[in-house]
């Protein structure tokens, strides 16, 4: 069987003295708008290139038309990555900005636009019903927006909130980092950041499943994200230009460290949750007895 050459001394050998069964598995992080987004970009630069030369109305129509469509593909995209991060989170709010819809709604409208630019007679009906398929086809193929927040049921607004913001705030940190450190040019770091960063996502998973760790969890997610991000904005410039072993070194260390201890502070959590059920357990339990109920 095929396996993959590595080592001690190969570039991503080295894991910081972390054994490879104990490091999280990396997932596979995939663009959600990809090309199916990006490719909506193209048809308002066919419609200015087929409108040249038709005349001074055809060719502001068709203009106004790629105005339209090019705001649609981009508010599809951004819309997209929104949907995806609100379906990732256990407790998130309902997107601001309803932009999958209001792509559908521009995109409608360069369709119609760009109809009337390459009419040979006067305004017909064709137009409005070619805006209003493209509309609706916009919808069938990307649907709506999420039009509701999304939480746990017994948590109160407020609380959600906090959570909320809490990893929005933790997410801006990781993705920060994550895009920092490849100024160093390093693979073996960027490598080892993103481990921490998956072992950063699984205590902001749990937070999220039980808002009552915010209180425990925060200043992880707050203060401690905010320093690495700190050492790993100055380790990349130091290291981009002096290539110094030692910083390299110093910061995977710090990267063990911090990951050792958000790792810590996810299994504390989960036992408190385990200890919790138990004494709901035998609560029942007991509940169930003086009411002369007796297992067989």
């Known amino acids: 069987m095929a396996k993959r050459f590595g080592g001690k001394y190969s570039p991503d050998g080295a894991t910081g003295g972390v054994s490879p069964e104990a490091l999280p598995t990396r997932r596979i992080e995939v663009d959600p708008a990809g090309g199916r987004s990006n490719v909506l970009f193209v048809p308002a630069v066919v419609l200015v290139a087929t409108s040249i030369g038709s005349g001074a109305i055809a060719l502001a129509l068709a203009l106004l038309g790629a105005l339209s469509l ?3 593909a981009w508010l599809l995209r951004g819309g997209l990555r929104a949907e995806a991060a609100f379906n990732a989170r256990k407790v998130a709010h309902r997107p601001a900005l309803p932009r999958k819809m209001l792509a559908a709604v521009f995109g409608g409208i360069g369709t119609a636009l760009a109809v009337t630019a390459h009419l040979d007679g006067g305004l017909t009906l064709a137009p409005v019903l070619y805006g209003i398929i493209a509309t609706g086809l916009y919808l069938a193929a990307f649907g709506i927006d999420p039009l509701r927040h999304k939480g ?4 109160d607004t407020f609380q ?7 990893v929005d705030e933790a997410e801006k940190h990781l993705t920060t980092m994550r895009e920092t450190i490849a100024r160093a040019g ?4 960027a490598a080892r950041l993103d481990q921490f960063v998956l072992t950063a996502r699984d205590l902001i998973r749990t937070v999220e499943e039980d808002p009552r760790d915010l209180t425990a969890a925060r200043k992880y997610l707050g203060v401690y994200l905010q ?13 981009a230009r002096t290539r110094d072993a030692q910083a390299r070194t110093d910061y995977l260390a710090l990267l ?6 958000f790792a810590a502070r996810n299994r504390k959590s989960l036992l408190a949750d385990r200890t919790d059920l138990t004494v709901e357990i035998d609560v029942l339990r007991e509940r169930l007895s003086r009411e002369g109920v007796r297992p067989e």
């Open 70 to 72: 090019t705001l649609a």
């Open 152 to 155: 746990m049921d017994g948590v």
């Open 160 to 166: 959600q909130d906090r959570v909320a913001r809490v």
């Open 186 to 189: 390093d693979r073996q770091a």
């Open 227 to 239: 320093g690495a991000r700190d050492a790993t904005a100055k380790f990349a410039d130091i290291y």
């Open 256 to 261: 063990d460290d911090l990951e050792k201890n």
